[in-house]
């Protein structure tokens, strides 16, 4: 079972994500809370799977509440829920290492996501990605070949920065799901990076 703890101002979206994700019997909503200073409180008290939440919220906003829970749990899985008129929330969240990042209305895949990230994954909703290269604007002359980034490696950094996950970058390059992990984890280490977010990021800052 999945604990998850849902954190957001408008109490119409918290009753309308708790029936969401509770239609899924792997999934349990263990608590609401309406600000960032909820979230920061709850999750201590009661260490939730995954945390779904607002950005914009009154008092303390969703990036703040993040950066307090993971300065003191590394590994706190966040799912943050945003909208299009976020640009600098999104910059912000892409740099902060939250683990996933929706759009309020994409409802359909806010199970999906939650499954993901429990399992570590980075989650990047579709529409956001294709706004990433406008939002990060700051482009650096780089070459790929100086960290010996091969050309498979290059493809599997390509098409993590469009937001696929190793078993659909395993299908589109002919490759299993373990190859692909591991090609993933020598990848970060060549480019001394955290995780997708942060190759992500590196890659369209370098597009």
């Known amino acids: 079972m999945i604990t998850i703890l849902i954190v957001d101002d408008d109490i119409l979206v918290t009753t309308a994500l708790k029936t969401i994700?509770?239609?899924d019997k792997q999934l349990t909503v263990i608590g609401t809370g309406s600000d960032g200073r909820d979230a920061v409180r709850m999750y201590k008290e009661l260490h939730p799977d995954v945390l779904l939440m607002d950005i914009r919220m009154m008092d303390m906003n969703g990036l703040d509440a993040s950066e307090q829970?993971?300065?003191e749990y590394p590994d706190a899985r966040i799912l943050l829920l945003t909208?299009?008129?976020d640009d600098e929330y999104i910059v912000k969240a892409l740099k902060s290492g939250i683990k996933g990042y929706l759009l309020k209305?994409?409802?359909?895949?806010i199970i999906p996501a939650i499954k993901a990230v429990h399992t570590g994954q980075t989650v990047f909703g579709s529409k956001i990605v294709s706004r990433i290269p406008n939002l990060l604007e700051q482009k650096e002359d780089f070459h790929y070949e100086d960290y010996e980034i091969g050309e498979k490696e290059y493809q599997i950094i390509t098409l993590v920065a469009e937001g696929l996950n190793n078993k659909e970058i395993a299908g589109k390059l002919c490759l299993s799901e373990g190859t692909v992990r591991n090609y993933l984890s020598e990848i970060l280490n060549k480019l001394n990076l955290r995780d997708r977010t942060q190759l992500a990021i590196f890659y369209y800052r370098r597009s």
């Not at 209305?105 to 895949?109: A, F, H, I, L, V």
């Open 21 to 23: 994700l509770e239609s």
């Open 105 to 109: 209305q994409d409802y359909e895949s």
């Open 69 to 71: 829970i993971l300065a």
């Open 83 to 85: 909208t299009f008129s």
